[in-house]
């Protein structure tokens, strides 16, 4: 069945450092990967949308880069900040319908 | 731009109770609404697509007759949680997407706790 892993442990840095996080996936050939944010009792925002046939992608201080070989896409945060400490989910989907499969998502924290 | 709103944000009932959930697009036409349940510090879990004026689609191990979906306008669909038991206590969520094209963002209600005693 499709899996979708993201690092389950929290992700402490340093403000001002590079924060990486990774999305893994199995079983699945997604047409479209997907950042979103979450804070605690909130819904998810969007951030990022990257396709299959785009190798990265960015926006202000963030980058996502999207490696269908690997099955793997990375998630940077440059100059990282407090206000950035957050829960980060990746999503794939494909086809026309919309529907998203969401890993259990990355919990930053960000220190000043 | 690409507001949702649900509401009610926090649900605090008996068990037997019906519970409903609003999730409005305020500022945009959603032809396609999704309804999530999320458990703490897990993924989110989608229960069912809503397409305005058809029947929702539900996912595998979804009771319909359980939540019952109804999308009636392109800015309003209601989850309706029919004889809640505590083990449907869990935070519901639900996201609007604005366009056609399935790879388009989806916009996030803030969710609503729904707690049965």
């Known amino acids: 069945s499709q899996k979708i892993e993201q690092n389950s442990e929290a992700l402490n840095i340093q403000e001002g450092k590079t924060a990486t996080l990774t999305c893994n996936y199995t079983?699945?050939?997604?047409?479209?990967l997907q950042w979103y944010r979450q804070d605690p009792g909130r819904g998810p925002v969007f951030l990022l949308l990257?396709?299959?046939?785009?190798k990265e992608k960015r926006k202000e201080r963030l980058k996502v880069t999207f490696d269908t070989t690997l099955k793997q896409s990375l998630f940077h945060i440059t100059a990282s900040q407090p206000a950035d400490s957050a829960t980060y989910l990746c999503a794939l989907g494909s086809g026309n319908t919309g529907k998203l499969i969401f890993g259990q998502g990355t919990t930053l924290q960000v220190k000043p | 731009g690409a507001v949702v709103s649900q509401h009610p944000s926090r649900v605090i009932c008996k068990s037997g109770t019906s519970v409903k959930i609003e999730c409005r697009s305020l500022?945009?036409?959603?032809?396609?609404m999704f309804w999530y349940r999320q458990f703490p510090k897990q993924s989110l879990m989608l229960m069912a697509t809503s397409n305005e004026g058809s029947k929702a689609t539900y996912e595998q191990g979804v009771e319909k007759d359980k939540f019952l979906i109804n999308h009636a306008s392109l800015t309003l669909s209601t989850l309706t949680v029919t004889s809640a038991h505590p083990e449907d206590s869990s935070f519901y969520i639900c996201?609007?997407?604005?366009?056609?094209?399935?790879?388009?963002?989806?916009?996030f209600g803030d969710g609503t706790r729904l707690s049965i005693l």
């Open positions: 996201s609007a997407r604005a366009g056609i094209w399935g790879n388009q963002p989806q916009h």
């Open positions: 990257i396709r299959e046939n785009e």
């Open positions: 500022d945009f036409q959603a032809t396609t």
């Open positions: 079983n699945y050939s997604p047409a479209y």
